[in-house]
């Protein structure tokens, strides 16, 4: 049989060498980005144990979905509407956006020099005179660990919470106000999905946080878009100049105050990209991006969603006492005329409220990780074990799991009791920022960064009798308790 022979194409031949060069570039590319994340963490004194998975997108992504500001903000809608009214809906927002922006800047400073998970409690570690940095250090990573768990928490209640006025919405008997242990079951089966999320398939989460960016985005239009268009309109002087005072306080100002906890509330979790710096490629360089972004477009599409609220706003009074819990539902029905489509719009919120969720539970189980890694939290020798196969600390996440559902019980007895509680953990999340900031500021003032020479780039952070080739070349003692 007559075979003919291939013919020599030296073109094809070139185009087939340029992809393989190609793809072997990337792959040394890549293969020196992660050798440079190594020794980085290697000279924090921390040895590398989990997995780098993600990337700007998806850690963008995780940013965003903790964050959810604009659903936040609907949720937590009848603070400020109760306390302030509109006009301090409007300006609390935006104080707390640019106080928020301007705490995260600083704190973007400190992650790019030591991207740890974690976080605060390192960094106060590197910052803070020899004398008292144990004690500060040990102080920020209770704050810290205590404020996430607040944050899983509050996703699991407000998830709950959110099923129920949906079930309000669509099934009028049910009443929601006599049956706290049915909002408990769904607070707990919201956990359980993040725990699935979070361990079953956990080599998807990154993939899992870049989808819900997605819905996060075309969810905002999905809802702004209908309010808008079917809902009447307010008029600007009532929106932009109407101050309530619902809870009696004994002057607007002090109303004001008291219901800007609600914007606050909102903003709660940017921190959350810190605490996986151990597990996304070139963390001093992406984490700092990312959660700048992620406060600059949630900020946006908050303050958005709010001014069409606002205007959308109608009947208060119904809004106030509606039977789902949630005065936004309310809204949306004044505003669609649909019970349907009001159920439609509020699924999305409650959606993303559930994704945020698994977001919240990965940091915190980073975060107590971490801190157990550095002796700072009881039972630590079993905590700081990170799981040969899937690389993922399983008994941090089982803990924090525990603490989660132990915490709903609360709720069956008082609401009221089990958001003070959370509120109280998360103003440790605000303290912990605050820290690190007076730190360093601190090391500002008192000159603790120097140049190693003049032709050097890397500051140096003058800690204690031996200077510190930045700051990512600190090794702090470990914790003891």
């Known amino acids: ?28 590319s890549n293969s020196n980005s992660d050798n440079k994340d190594r020794d980085d963490l290697i000279r924090l004194g921390k040895k590398p144990v989990l997995k780098r998975n ?29 306390n302030g009214g509109p006009a301090g809906i409007i300006y609390g927002f935006l104080l707390i956006w640019v106080g928020n922006l301007s705490v995260f800047s600083t704190l973007s400073e400190l992650v790019s020099m030591a991207p740890t998970s974690g976080g605060q409690y390192h960094w106060v570690s590197m910052l803070a005179p020899p004398w008292c940095c144990k004690f500060l250090s040990y102080l920020t990573g209770w704050m810290t660990v205590t404020g996430w768990q607040g944050v ?10 959110l099923i129920q006025g949906l079930i309000v919405l669509t099934v009028p008997s049910y009443a929601a106000s006599e049956t706290a242990w049915q909002g408990t079951l769904l607070y707990w089966a919201a956990i359980f999905f993040a725990v699935f999320i979070n361990t079953v398939v956990s080599s998807s989460l990154p993939k899992f946080e870049g989808l819900i960016l997605v819905l996060h985005i075309l969810g905002f239009f999905g809802i702004l878009v209908p309010l808008v268009i079917l809902a009447p309109h307010d008029t600007a002087s009532n929106v932009f100049g109407g101050w309530l005072n619902g809870g009696g306080w004994p002057s607007q100002g002090v109303s004001f105050f008291v219901g800007i906890i609600g914007n606050v509330f909102a903003f709660v979790g940017a921190d959350g990209a810190f605490h996986m710096s151990e597990e996304i490629r070139n963390p001093s360089l992406v984490v700092p991006r990312s959660i ?33 819990g949630y005065p936004f539902i309310e809204i949306f029905l004044q505003a669609t005329r649909s019970r349907s489509g009001t159920a439609a719009m509020a699924s999305i919120v409650t959606i993303l409220t559930l994704c945020a969720t698994v977001g919240s539970l990965a940091s915190t189980s980073r975060m107590l990780w971490s801190f157990a890694r550095d002796h700072g939290v009881p039972g630590w020798r079993t905590l700081q074990k990170v799981d040969s196969r899937t690389t993922i600390p399983l008994w941090s996440i089982a803990v924090t799991t525990v603490i989660s559902c132990l915490l709903a019980l609360i709720n069956i007895g008082s609401a009221t009791v089990f958001n003070d509680v959370v509120s109280l953990s998360v103003a440790g999340l605000y ?23 003049e032709n050097s780039e890397e500051p140096v952070l003058d800690h204690g009798t031996s200077p510190v080739y930045s700051a990512s070349s600190t090794i702090p003692s470990r914790l003891s308790i």
């Open 1 to 28: 049989m007559n075979m003919k022979a291939s013919k020599y194409d030296p073109e094809i031949e070139a185009v087939e060498l340029g992809g393989m060069q190609n793809r072997a570039a990337a792959h040394r």
């Open 54 to 82: 993600f990337a700007f997108m998806s850690i963008l992504g995780f940013s965003c979905t903790i964050l959810i500001t604009w659903e936040g903000s609907l949720t937590v809608f009848i603070s400020g509407l109760q």
């Open 152 to 161: 899983v928490a509050s996703g699991g209640y407000l998830t709950g919470t």
């Open 292 to 324: 700048i972004l992620s406060v600059i477009l949630n900020g946006s599409l908050g303050f958005a969603m709010i001014i069409a609220l606002l205007f959308c706003l109608g009947d208060i009074n119904n809004a106030l006492s509606t039977d789902t």
């Open 431 to 453: 303290s912990s920022y605050l820290i690190c900031a007076v730190l360093l500021l601190y090391r500002r003032l008192t000159g603790g960064f120097q140049k190693l020479d």
